[in-house]
């Protein structure tokens, strides 16, 4: 994951957790071969989101 601004990387292991605090800039990036799934959960919902430019 990329993280803040400027975009910092963060590695996850296989079934690890990434916690990101609100407001926090992201962008998840898989470069590896395996599928990636990603569970994304806010509380409560984020109705005002912005979607940025890929970071890569």
Not at 38 to 50: H, I, K
């Amino acid at each position: 994951m990329l993280l803040g601004d400027p975009p910092e990387r963060h590695e996850a292991p296989v079934g690890g957790v990434v916690h990101v605090r609100a407001g926090t800039p992201l962008q998840t990036v898989n470069d590896g071969e395996e599928d990636l799934v990603v569970y994304a959960y806010r509380s409560p919902p984020d109705d005002g989101a912005e979607v940025l430019s890929s970071a890569v």
